[in-house]
């Protein structure tokens, strides 16, 4: 079983930048689709980015395009949240999710079955 933990959350100002990290650990994670959602304060999780495991095919959200990127290596289990021009709307728990395996197109949010425990990040204006 894939169990995922994220790392690299902190206080950053506006216009800042941050990189975050999705460790797994178990086997096949190459067959995964990984996604970032985040939540703030007071409101639902939304989805922010999401990559394929086999198919190399990214979904990003209207909100963060253009200032935040993805990027796996399978070879360490990881998958990385790039995230630049940061805003303080951006301040939310950072949650890595894992589903949809072998999936061509990346899953909806139900299918994201395996979810890490989140990284606090926080925009200063």
């Known amino acids: 079983q894939v169990h995922l933990v994220e790392s690299g959350g902190g206080l950053v100002q506006a216009g800042g930048s941050l990189r975050l990290s999705c460790k797994a650990s178990g086997r096949s994670f190459s067959t995964y689709a990984v996604g970032w959602f985040r939540q703030a304060p007071g409101k639902e999780r939304e989805f922010v980015i999401a990559?394929?495991?086999?198919?190399?095919?990214?979904s990003t959200a209207d909100s963060v395009k253009g200032r935040f990127s993805i990027s796996r290596d399978n070879a360490k289990n990881t998958v990385s949240l790039q995230m630049n021009s940061l805003k303080p709307e951006d301040t939310a728990v950072y949650f890595c999710?894992?589903?949809?395996?072998?999936?061509?197109?990346?899953?909806?949010?139900?299918?994201?079955?395996?979810w890490g425990q989140g990284t606090q990040v926080t925009i200063s204006s």
């Open positions: 999710a894992a589903g949809g395996r072998y999936s061509y197109d990346p899953p909806k949010e139900d299918e994201y079955t395996i």
């Open positions: 990559i394929t495991g086999t198919s190399d095919v990214t």
